[in-house]
């Protein structure tokens, strides 16, 4: 395998196991190989500025009555946010007043309300004046999406482009207001996005991450591409495993932390130090600020850090609660799912991020299919497979599309908390499985390769989700009459299998009409033979990343056919159908102009 190095200051990459030399020493050791060595002692790495930031840091969200005693036990890195009370910051404020500033990192996070262009540099002022200093170590985005409305109420999202809230950021770093940048809960699409055009590139990234929420791609694109992971809610946040378990609770963990004599808690954060991964700790206890800022006694073997790999279940707390929780757009036109649920969406995101799928069932009603698939297979003769649905104003004039379709919200909720809320509609197409049709696939959808070397700035991991795949069932799927079949897992694997043979590791998706399948666009996949009498129907609708132009240019096809349909289309279409935006960066192996 290629390894690339750490970011600078750092003491290792992921997808190694570590093992004491009995020296102060550790090996990181990939594939059964020594690959270097690295200082367990160490406490700070180098961001892009040469600047050093300590690996642990105290996050001051609802602690304040202890900021100073975690000073007194060597914590040198503060976490703060523009979302945290004025009370709070300011007592915090009064608080790292008393510190050298020499030597302490200050950080705080703009809100999702104060990421208008023309705000950033108001909002930044005020959180220096609220924590006393002149200036910040590193400026965040709290979350990838922008509200008008304030955290105390109901928030929906606005349309946004994160480069202009990243350019009135970067003219701060050029004010000396901030030294470094970065992002909090942010996926790689985001940060290719930002490598590409950035002036000041994000140094940093702030996300969740546990033993049941390890980011394992995410952490290797931002390795890759010199940028530090920092960890919130590393203890999971009441994020619970298949036993019902939570962190502090999971036997594995407590088996390893009694093997080495310690505490579950200094596990995990030991499992942080061994990836190469800063952290935030947050507590009121003054017993754990002695355990967080102490420096470790013991190593994790290689035995320990696998049976923590397998712990990952891709469960995200907080993901689930913004991302998912959080109307789309802001546009009361979306009709809420009958059959939706909390639990249907969870699954969802987390099937696709591990498996590569998810089976919606029966999202439609019986009414709801027949209407969907008397419109959709107008598009189609007898003898087609496809049915490409480019005719957009046919489509634009039917609300039916808008609402349960391209818009559907279960569905919306899903591929934006993979995608990003700002992705778009590909491609919209009916597929039909004739009588007597032979095996198709397996394929798989990447489209965008060579894109690296043409657009010379870096995408996401080839596993890491570009294009969400959602077939609408509009007849039931049987074995009989050539239902989808995927290869689990196939996009996190190095798999070519061949074309027209059936792979034997496949599993095949039955289901009733209504239901939907959800998709990595990068797993293997295809259609069984139909040996039935009658053709096999579906509505194939498929997003892909906001930053790259979609296969169907549908804003230009609308604009050349009825320009005054426009008017017409809630705020959430227009944005899926890219009406009204700037250039996109990518598609194929050329820049768009």
């Avoid at 077939?471 to 039931?476: A, C, G, K, T």
Wanted: hydrophobic content about 40%.
């Amino acid at each position: 395998m290629t390894l690339l190095p750490p970011p600078t200051g750092s003491t290792s990459i992921t997808n190694y196991s570590a093992c004491t030399t009995g020296a102060g020493e550790a090996l990181a050791v990939i594939d059964n190989k020594v690959m270097f060595a690295i200082n367990t002692g160490y406490e700070s790495h180098t961001l892009r500025n040469s600047a050093e930031i300590p690996v642990v840091g105290f996050g001051c969200a609802a602690n304040i009555e202890i900021v100073e005693e975690a000073y007194a036990k060597g914590c040198r890195l503060f976490d703060s946010a523009s979302l945290y009370a004025p009370g709070d910051r300011g007592s915090i404020g009064e608080s790292l007043g008393k510190f050298p500033r020499t030597g302490t990192t200050l950080q705080s996070k703009l809100w999702m309300d104060q990421l208008g262009e023309e705000d950033v540099a108001k909002h930044v002022d005020n959180i220096l004046s609220n924590l006393k200093t002149n200036y910040l170590d590193v400026l965040l985005i709290h979350w990838p999406i922008r509200t008008l409305e304030t955290f105390d109420k109901p928030f929906k999202r606005e349309h946004w482009d994160i480069l202009h809230t990243w350019n009135s950021m970067e003219r701060l770093v050029d004010a000396g207001k901030v030294k470094s940048l970065g992002l909090c809960n942010a996926c790689a699409k985001d940060l290719a996005y930002l490598l590409a055009h950035a002036t000041h590139p994000p140094s940093l990234l702030q996300t969740e991450i546990h033993p049941y929420n390890q980011e394992q791609e995410l952490v290797d694109f931002c390795h890759a591409h010199h940028i530090h992971v920092q960890c919130h809610s590393i203890m999971g946040c009441n994020v619970r495993d298949s036993q019902q378990q939570t962190v502090l609770e999971n036997d594995v963990l407590k088996r390893i932390a009694g093997h080495h004599d310690t505490s579950v808690s200094m596990v995990v954060l030991q499992w942080c130090r061994q990836r190469g991964l800063l952290f935030l700790t947050s507590t009121k206890s003054s017993s754990h600020l002695v355990e967080n800022f102490s420096k470790p006694s013991f190593m994790l073997s290689k035995s320990d850090m696998l049976a923590i790999k397998d712990l990952d279940n891709k469960h995200a707390f907080w993901k689930n609660q913004i991302m998912v929780n959080m109307p789309v757009l802001s546009d009361e036109h979306v009709v809420p799912s009958v059959n939706e649920t909390q639990h249907s969406v969870n699954m969802a995101v987390a099937g696709i991020r591990n498996a590569g799928y998810y089976l919606l069932p029966n999202l439609l009603d019986e009414a709801l299919v027949k209407e969907i698939s008397a419109e959709a297979t107008k598009r189609l003769s007898s003898n087609e497979r496809y049915g490409d649905y480019s005719d957009i104003r046919r489509m634009a004039e039917n609300a039916l599309f808008w609402d349960h379709v391209i818009g559907h919200s279960t569905i919306l909720k899903v591929v934006r908390s993979i995608l990003g809320e700002d992705c778009v509609l590909d491609h919209l197409n009916v597929s039909v499985c004739q009588p007597g049709s032979e095996l198709f696939g397996p394929h798989v959808d990447r489209p965008f390769t060579g894109l690296n070397a043409a657009a010379k700035a870096p995408l996401p991991p080839a596993n890491y989700p570009i294009v969400i795949q959602c077939i609408f069932m509009l007849d039931d799927f049987r074995v009989e009459n050539g239902c989808t079949y995927v290869v689990p897992y196939s996009s996190k694997e190095q798999y070519q299998p061949a074309y027209g043979v059936l792979p034997e590791n496949v599993q095949t998706i039955e289901g009733e009409a209504g239901s939907v399948i959800v998709a990595n666009g990068c797993i293997w996949h295809g259609a069984l033979p139909n040996k039935s009498l009658k053709a096999r129907r579906s509505l194939l609708c498929e997003y892909v990343i906001g930053y790259v132009a979609p296969c169907v240019n549908y804003s230009q096809l609308l604009k050349d056919s009825d320009p005054a349909l426009l008017g017409t289309m809630p705020p959430v279409i227009k944005q899926l159908l890219k009406i009204d935006q700037g250039p996109t960066l990518w598609r194929g192996e050329k820049l768009a102009d």
